[in-house]
T-cell receptor
Framework: NAGVTQTPKFRILKIGQSMTLQCTQD?????MYWYRQDPGMGLKLIYY???????DKGEVPNGYNVSRSTTEDFPLRLELAAPSQTSVYFC????????????FGSGTRLTVV | RKEVEQDPGPFNVPEGATVAFNCTYS??????FFWYRQDCRKEPKLLMS???SGNEDGRFTAQLNRASQYISLLIRDSKLSDSATYLC????????????FGTGTRLTIIP
């Protein structure tokens, strides 16, 4: 049981480039989330999804897009990367009916130069 | 006001001591509560859920005070391996949708 898998683990982007951060879970969780965490700061919610075909904005959605075509996958797209998007990105998932909180992926460290 | 507030610390505690963290939440409708642990450069991991009646897991005890809207975590007989950042978490419903994370309290256990 792999849990939540994120790829890549590290990436350096140039300003203006685009990329997709991949996230997949094999726990049949309904909910999935994308967070960013800047050094010494808390987690900020970018986007979340309560099920396939449904996505919604979190507190810091600008510059990002998501899709949820399957229960398992929740990719995060960065368009026109900016230095302000340098951060660690965590994907997480949870089950709607089980009070066990979130399971996080191991994160993607992104640097935009 | 932040939805979930924690003292950022750092707390530097000698090995074997007892340490306690508090956290306050602003949304009185919050239904689910957790403590997460995050090691340096790692993902947050669930430490324990927090139940209304309080709960214990080995050396860790969590308490919830709904009237005052605060959550506490007590660590007894602290170990070097307890060094980490502890995140307080509150959710608006039982189903874990959109949990709100505190910024964390950093704990260092000193030999």
């Amino acid at each position: 049981n792999a849990g939540v898998t994120q790829t890549p683990k590290f990436r350096i982007l140039k300003i203006g480039q685009s990329m997709t951060l991949q996230c997949t879970q094999d726990m049949n969780h309904n909910y999935m989330y994308w967070y960013r965490q800047d050094p010494g700061m808390g987690l900020k919610l970018i986007y979340y999804s309560v099920g396939a075909g449904i996505t919604d904005k979190g507190e810091v959605p600008n510059g990002y897009n998501v899709s949820r075509s399957t229960t398992e996958d929740f990719p995060l797209r960065l368009e026109l990367a900016a230095p302000s998007q340098t951060s660690v990105y965590f994907c997480a998932s949870s089950h709607r009916d089980k009070p066990y909180g979130y399971t996080f992926g191991s994160g993607t460290r992104l640097t935009v130069v | 006001r932040k939805e979930v507030e924690q003292d950022p610390g750092p707390f530097n505690v000698p090995e074997g001591a007892t340490v306690a963290f508090n956290c306050t939440y602003s949304n009185s409708a919050s239904q689910s509560f957790f403590w997460y642990r995050q090691d340096c450069r790692k993902e947050p991991k669930l430490l324990m859920s927090v139940y209304s009646s309080g709960n214990e897991d080995g050396r860790f005890t969590a308490q919830l005070n709904r009237a005052s809207q605060y959550i506490s975590l007590l660590i007894r007989d602290s170990k070097l391996s307890d060094s980490a950042t502890y995140l307080c978490v509150a959710g608006r419903n039982f189903g874990n949708e959109k949990l709100t994370f505190g910024t964390g309290t950093r704990l260092t256990i000193i030999p």
